[in-house]
């Protein structure tokens, strides 16, 4: 009796086989279709928009139905079994046209926290003002990551003939890897360490991992969250003591833009067909409105900020009034990329489009 499975048995049997000469090479003309693509490089490289042309670049509006990780494009057996996890298979609810655009940029544009920050310019700083940047640190390490969580618990069940946008979604739990590191890098590496949590963006936290679909969970992370996030490391000049935050904020901020780009054009592109979801989307971006205003409640976010935005514990309120413009800003800019994906949020906004004036004019 054999000491092999049977499937063993047979694989050594068509292996001997061979040995004798016994070949298929039927898969040598299984595509004949997809046979003879030449791609030419464009001027930065061979991105994925210079090799995906002609029939490979064609992405269906719903993909393949046979549920595998079969590459587009290519000849698929009968007898393929599907994997059973890929559910979203309207391109639609994950597509962007700027996907392959933005992984060609993600892969080129990755940078490290071990080399690319001057830490040999760390100084000693005021203690107000190290533990300010201590608190934010363990700020921007706490949420970091749900940026990429998000990504990671959506990709399993997005149909593989859309791999444009799961390699950009690949390209962005990277970044977000980077990112927490690095702000936690940053507040134990002078003479500080890490201050206290925060249990109201927990809340914000939950509303992105929680979303009932991919495209609200898009909408919230990529618009809202990370679109604050945006236009806050744009202005970290203010938030940063040293060289090395302002390195920092610029390295994070060329990621962000890129999430960011992302989630406006796959809304963009989701509501131009689903106008049904309006309203589904307008209530997350509500529930979102609302967290992030419960954090004007909490000491341990915004004070540190202002004694940042300030230059000293001295000065937190004149750092409050800057918070109001920046704010400001975040609203701004937050309204106009919704209005590029099509979607009039002003009227409907849970929270003012304005800070009053809250001191002198700076
Ligand atoms: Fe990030
Ligand atoms: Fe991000």
């Known amino acids: 009796m054999s000491a092999y499975?049977?499937?063993?048995?047979?694989?050594?049997?068509r292996m001997l086989a061979m040995v004798r000469g016994d070949f298929d090479l039927s898969w040598m003309d299984s595509n004949p279709t997809g046979w003879g693509h030449r791609v030419q490089p464009g001027a930065s490289g061979l991105g994925l928009r210079d090799v995906d042309t002609g029939a490979y670049g064609v992405v269906p509006e719903y993909g393949s139905s046979h549920g595998s990780m079969a590459p587009r494009g290519c000849f698929v057996p009968a007898d393929t079994p599907s994997l059973g996890m890929y559910d979203l298979n309207e391109k639609a609810t994950v597509w962007s046209d700027n996907a392959a655009m933005l992984y060609d940029e993600a892969v080129t544009r990755q940078w490290n926290s071990v080399t690319d920050v001057p830490w040999h310019k760390l100084q000693k700083l005021p203690d107000d003002i190290e533990k300010a940047v201590c608190q934010m640190c363990t700020n921007f390490t706490e949420v970091e990551f749900v940026a990429g969580d998000m990504p990671a618990k959506w990709l399993c069940h997005i149909n593989h003939d859309f791999h444009e946008v799961k390699l950009f979604l690949a390209t962005q739990i990277m970044d977000e890897a980077r990112h927490m590191d690095v702000f936690r890098k940053r507040a134990l590496a002078n003479g500080g360490g890490l201050l206290m949590a925060s249990p109201g963006n927990e809340a914000l936290l939950a509303a992105i991992l929680q979303a009932p679909n991919y495209t609200t969970a898009s909408a919230l992370m990529h618009i809202f969250g990370e679109g604050f996030i945006l236009t806050l490391f744009r202005a970290g000049e203010f938030l940063a003591p040293t060289e090395v935050e302002k390195t920092i904020f610029r390295?994070?901020?060329?990621?962000?833009?890129?999430?960011?780009?992302?989630?406006?054009?796959?809304?963009?592109?989701?509501?131009?067909?689903h106008p049904e979801m309006m309203e589904e989307?307008?209530?997350?971006?509500?529930?979102?409105?609302?967290?992030?205003?419960?954090?004007?409640?909490?000491?341990?976010?915004?004070?540190?900020?202002?004694?940042?935005?300030?230059?000293?514990?001295?000065?937190?309120q004149l750092g409050m009034t800057r918070l109001a413009f920046l704010y400001n800003k975040q609203i701004t800019e937050y309204l106009q990329r919704l209005k590029i994906a099509?979607?009039?949020?002003?009227?409907?906004?849970?929270?003012?489009?304005?800070?009053?004036?809250?001191?002198?004019e700076v």
């Not at 499975?5 to 049997?13: A, D, I, M, R």
């Not at 060329?254 to 960011?260: G, K, L, M, P, T």
């Not at 099509?342 to 002198?360: F, Q």
């Open 5 to 13: 499975s049977p499937v063993v048995e047979e694989g050594l049997e």
């Open 251 to 273: 390295l994070c901020m060329q990621d962000e833009a890129r999430h960011v780009a992302y989630g406006v054009k796959h809304l963009q592109y989701f509501v131009a067909r």
């Open 281 to 316: 989307i307008h209530h997350i971006l509500g529930l979102g409105e609302e967290a992030i205003f419960r954090l004007t409640l909490e000491p341990q976010t915004l004070e540190p900020r202002a004694i940042l935005a300030g230059k000293g514990v001295e000065n937190i």
């Open 342 to 360: 099509g979607i009039d949020r002003l009227p409907r906004m849970k929270i003012p489009a304005e800070l009053p004036a809250l001191g002198p």
